[in-house]
């Protein structure tokens, strides 16, 4: 559950403020019964946050305004087990209190080629006497009439994280918990990135690529949701990203067609590992997608086709003594995803003002089956056991929607 309460008073021209109070919620609680055991496991884990916020824009001249403000926000995580046998109760909460300030300058000259935006925010993290420094830079240049180019870097935090205590919590359903920075085993999550990209658009067509480069600091390991010998291990590290990203786009007027590839390695650093750097877990090199859509009045069909190559995991070597024995971490990968969609939908008047549209869908056309997770278990007897998670295979849907 979650709402908020804003007013915005505009001055006059050059001067609008705006005050915005929230509060949202989130809950989620489950009861798990053993019965031959005469067991009961009840888990709870609630988010509260609340926050204030207040800024102003000051229009300085035709091209040059200023955007500064004030943010406060509080956040409680509870986290409750409750086992009635053996008796046991744990209960956790956390209040973390942040106080943030912002300033940002909007350019823009006269013609309308040149954007810059530069700001900087500042946080203060209250239980930790904590203070943070945040800048964002966002410039766009146009040139050659249909070319433009457009350099992106922010640098930001992140206090919440969600990780997972124990993979076969209820059956391995919602066993992600929310939890709250403690500075110590849990720290703020701190990210940073850098991206350039150039963009072509002309009549119908589109043309862009973009390369970045993105790091995230401090993460836990319990939230990487790793499944090999890193399972049951706590401590921090680090990710890094390069990518590239491009898009071709030629949109007629009742044929839109597509192409989108998609190029990135990503790579963990957790210094009490070993090896201490592998790829991440959802390190994906390679994604494209190819789609089309014919749309008239009444009729629109759509196709596409989406691959990418398998995410890595990590082979077991054998066991010992009822533990598994793993190989180097996510050296091996499964193998590519591919699927193919098809969607249509008929669009027909009921009446001068109301509408009504028939659609069906089939999601996998050629029942394909793709492989998105595999590990490793003992089973009953301590035997090694695969374990494969396939995403959806030939799957229909149809849809009826009325519009009144």
Same mark, same amino acid.
């Given at each position: ?39 009961? *496991?009840?888990? &709870? ?9 207040? %800024?102003?824009? $000051? /229009?300085? +001249?035709?091209? !040059? ?105 209820? *059956?391995?359903? &919602? ?9 110590? %085993?849990?720290? $703020? /999550?701190? +990210?940073?990135? !850098? ?210």
């Amino acid at each position: 559950t979650a709402g908020s309460l804003s007013y915005q008073r505009f001055w006059s021209d050059k001067f609008i403020t705006n005050i915005q109070g929230y509060a949202s919620n989130y809950l989620l609680s489950g009861i798990n019964q053993n019965l031959l055991k005469n067991q009961r *496991l009840l888990q &709870e884990n609630e988010v509260l946050e609340s926050g204030l916020k207040a %800024d102003a824009r $000051i /229009v300085l +001249s035709k091209t !040059l305004d200023l955007y500064s403000g004030y943010q406060f926000n509080e956040t409680g995580i509870t986290n409750l087990e409750d086992i009635n046998n053996p008796i046991y109760r744990r209960l956790i909460k956390k209040v973390l209190r942040t106080h943030s300030v912002f300033s940002e300058v909007n350019l823009a000259t006269p013609t309308g080629n040149t954007h810059l935006r530069a700001g900087l925010r500042l946080n203060y993290f209250e239980k930790f006497n904590m203070i943070r420094l945040e800048p964002r830079l966002a410039f766009n240049q146009k040139f050659l009439r249909n070319f433009s180019l457009e350099i992106l870097g922010e640098m930001k935090s992140q206090a919440t994280a969600q990780i997972i205590d124990l993979q076969k919590d209820f *059956l391995g359903v &919602e066993k992600r918990r929310w939890y709250l920075a403690d500075n110590e %085993d849990l720290p $703020i /999550v701190r +990210s940073s990135q !850098l991206s350039a990209g150039i963009r072509f658009q002309k009549e119908k067509v589109l043309v862009s690529a973009e390369a970045y480069r993105k790091r995230v600091e401090d993460i836990s390991s319990l939230s990487q949701g790793f499944q090999n010998q890193f399972q049951y291990v706590r401590t921090t590290g680090n990710f890094d990203v390069t990518g590239l990203d491009a898009l071709l786009n030629v949109h007629l007027t009742t044929f839109n067609t597509w192409l989108a590839y998609s190029w990135a390695v990503s790579t963990y650093n957790f210094p009490e590992f070993t090896p201490s750097e592998f790829p991440n877990n959802l390190d994906i090199r390679h994604t494209l997608s190819l789609g089309a859509s014919y749309q008239t009045n009444h009729l629109q069909f759509s196709a596409g086709i989406n691959w990418r190559t398998g995410k890595p995991y990590t082979l077991p070597l054998g066991t010992d003594t009822g533990d598994i024995i793993y190989d180097i971490p996510n050296e091996v990968r499964l193998p590519d995803y591919l699927r193919l969609d098809l969607s249509t939908k008929y669009l027909f008047n009921i009446s001068t003002k109301v509408r009504g549209e028939i659609g069906a869908s089939i999601w996998n056309i050629l029942n394909k089956d793709n492989i998105i997770n595999q590990y490793y278990r003992l089973d009953a007897n301590g035997a090694l056991e695969t374990v494969q998670q396939f995403a959806l295979g030939f799957t229909p849907n149809v849809m009826m929607r009325v519009n009144f």
